[in-house]
T-cell receptor, first 109, second 110 residues
Framework: DGGITQSPKYLFRKEGQNVTLSCEQN?????MYWYRQDPGQGLRLIYY???????QKGDIAEGYSVSREKKESFPLTVTSAQKNPTAFYLC????????FGSGTRLTVV | QKEVEQDPGPLSVPEGAIVSLNCTYS??????FMWYRQYSRKGPELLMY????GNKEDGRFTAQVDKSSKYISLFIRDSQPSDSATYLC??????????FGSGTRLSIRP
């Protein structure tokens, strides 16, 4: 079945640590997106990529980094510069409406 | 003012009732309108996708777009407990990123 796979489902980060969230798709979509979801705030765009080797900052890119070396993969790194990283992170790809992954819940410990 | 406004709820209705969920928006360039359903701790799933004004029906779900009023609606007929979820409206202009509402929490009482 085609879809988006996010891993891990749960992730714990210590203070000052960088962590990387994985996002893989087999839908052959060019565009991929990373969103952050906090209670009562809806989805906020972190980064997006319209094509391999190219990506743009979204509304809340500070403290995050991405790469797009392959069409299928769009990993997100949450760096130590992100002061409030605890949230639910969603990856999506786009063709006539987004297809979302099942999300990664990141918690700072 | 946010580009997309959505009442967060929660909205609680008895099983079998008709549910009406709504969003308003400010950007007249929006042409593509979507509704997503999100169960707790899951990613959103696309329910309805419409272009420009008008109605679209899919089973128990009907999406309406009124571009003159900048208002979109999702109706759920014969609501079921399994419809209990958060519903997100979303919209975009041509070839631009999608803007999401903050979501409405819906609970269907058996």
């Amino acid at each position: 079945d085609g879809g988006i796979t996010q891993s891990p489902k749960y992730l714990f980060r210590k203070e000052g640590q960088n962590v990387t969230l994985s996002c893989e798709q087999n839908l052959n979509h060019d565009a991929m997106y990373w969103y952050r979801q906090d209670p009562g705030q809806g989805l906020r765009l972190i980064y997006y990529s319209q094509i391999v080797n190219d990506f743009q900052k979204g509304d809340i890119a500070e403290g995050y980094s991405v790469s797009r070396e392959k069409k299928e993969s769009f990993p997100l790194t949450v760096t130590s510069a992100q002061k409030n990283p605890t949230a639910f992170y969603l990856c999506a790809s786009n063709s006539y409406g987004y297809t979302f992954g099942s999300g990664t819940r990141l918690t700072v410990v | 003012q946010k580009e997309v406004e959505q009442d967060p709820g929660p909205l609680s209705v008895p099983e079998g009732a008709i549910v009406s969920l709504n969003c308003t928006y400010s950007n007249s360039a929006f042409q593509y309108f979507m509704w997503y359903r999100q169960y707790s701790r899951k990613g959103p799933e696309l329910l309805m996708y419409t272009y420009s004004s008008g109605n679209k029906e899919d089973g128990r779900f009907t999406a309406q777009v009124d571009k003159s009023s900048k208002y979109i609606s999702l109706f759920i007929r014969d609501s079921q407990p399994s419809d209990s979820a958060t519903y997100l409206c979303a919209m975009s202009a041509r070839a631009s990123k999608i803007i999401f509402g903050s979501g409405t929490r819906l609970s269907i009482r058996p």
